[in-house]
């Protein structure tokens, strides 16, 4: 299974929304930049995250985009969903609609597609927009401590190489 842009993209943005919750309203050629998005293709992907209600917008000199509810309500599923419909791998395991098959009495294979189905449901519905705030902050930790350990390396061979 293979997700597309818009989700993967759309994603992105819900993130970067989320790191902005509380505060004034996004405009949208703030989140391109920080994403690295296209803006046309942004403002696309926000009108149907804003028709599923997931954002809201604020219109105005001072206006720009928020979340419509807290990052700890909206799931990484309910972003995946609004953009690229419901998951499933093959039709005959769609969320909503499966379609019926002749076979799938007899369809081993289909056990196999369910619970990729669900499996794959399972962790979209387990990770909030929060979850991947917070993770983001620790690695930003991470990384910064990192970046200091290698610099004391440095100055460290440095002043050996000094003396």
Known sequence: MRFST????????MFD???HYGGAPVPLKSVAARQ???VQYL???????????????????????MLARNPQEIKVGDVVRALEG??????????IDPKVCDQADDCITRIVWEKI???IAQVMDSITLADLCREA?????KEKKE?????????????EEGV
């Open 117 to 119: 189905r669900n499996s």
């Open 137 to 141: 902050k620790e690695r930003e930790g």
């Open 86 to 95: 419901p998951l499933a791998p093959v039709d005959c395991v769609h969320e």
């Open 17 to 19: 929304l989320a790191q």
């Open 43 to 65: 403002e696309q992907l926000i009108a149907i995250l804003r028709k599923a209600g997931l954002v809201k917008s604020v219109r105005g000199a001072q206006g720009g985009y």
């Open 147 to 159: 970046n200091k350990e290698k610099r004391k390396r440095k100055r460290k061979r440095k002043s």
């Open 36 to 38: 690295s998005l296209s």
């Open 6 to 13: 818009r989700g993967h993209y759309g994603l992105k943005a």
